[in-house]
T-cell receptor
């Protein structure tokens, strides 16, 4: 079965640079979530989109932005990168229709290293 | 925000032993999910619970949704080396609609000695 696809898997950037992560949800899933996981930490919710509209916002820095496109893929844009942004970034998708079970399925993550 | 207290933080067991871990919350969740994460990989959904009191099994895994809707436990029976990993509980405060964001526990690191 198709899973959530994230790219790139690994990314190395310098401080103050910009990075873009991409997420392709499971086919027919209309809701996408972004999570950030630091070393030894639990995943922290950043932002979510349902039917291309932002549906919820968590601890996402103002330097970060995200959007969901017409084909339901999503991109997380990170600017003015800081050392503390080094983390695993996960995308998850679900089928957000009312009455659905609400199970979230995660991608394999994008590891961002800021030097 | 909502906090999930997951325990224990880590466990070291012998192959064949049973394992139990749990999560508690000060607030109510309508859904509890249990995930397993291997190093550098994404969390993999193990079991999802939707009703208070629900007991659900998936192979050697059994999980229960507490009656108060503020807790859940996960049991692993007859552990094997490939059970090694970090187990996360996660809760969803909303039911229905389009927003199913998860709040995660801090995780339980399981080590199985062959």
């Amino acid at each position: 079965a198709a899973g959530v696809i994230q790219s790139p898997r690994h990314l190395i950037k310098e401080k103050r640079e910009t990075a873009t992560l991409k997420c392709y949800p499971i086919p027919r899933h209309d809701t996408v979530y972004w999570y950030q996981q630091g070393p030894g930490q639990d995943p922290q919710f950043l932002i979510s989109f349902y039917e291309k509209m932002q549906s919820d916002k968590g601890s996402i820095p103002d330097r970060f932005s995200a959007q969901q496109f017409s084909d339901y893929h999503s991109e997380l844009n990170m600017s003015s990168l800081e050392l503390g942004d080094s983390a695993l970034y996960f995308c998850a998708s679900s089928w957000g229709v009312t009455g659905n079970t609400g199970e979230l399925f995660f991608g394999e993550g994008s590891r961002l290293t800021v030097l | 925000g909502q906090q999930l207290n997951q325990s224990p933080q880590s466990m070291f067991i012998q192959e064949g032993e049973d394992v139990s871990m749990n999560c508690t919350s000060s607030s109510i969740f309508n859904t509890w999910l249990w995930y397993k994460q291997d190093p550098g990989e994404g969390p993999v959904l193990l079991i999802a619970l939707y009703k208070a009191g629900e007991l659900t099994s998936n192979g050697r895994l059994t999980a229960q949704f507490g009656i108060t809707r503020k807790d859940s436990f996960l049991n692993i029976s007859a552990s094997i080396p490939s059970d090694v990993g970090i187990y996360f509980c996660a809760g969803q405060p909303n039911s229905g609609g389009s927003n199913y964001k998860l709040t995660f526990g801090k995780g339980t690191l399981l080590t199985v000695n062959p």
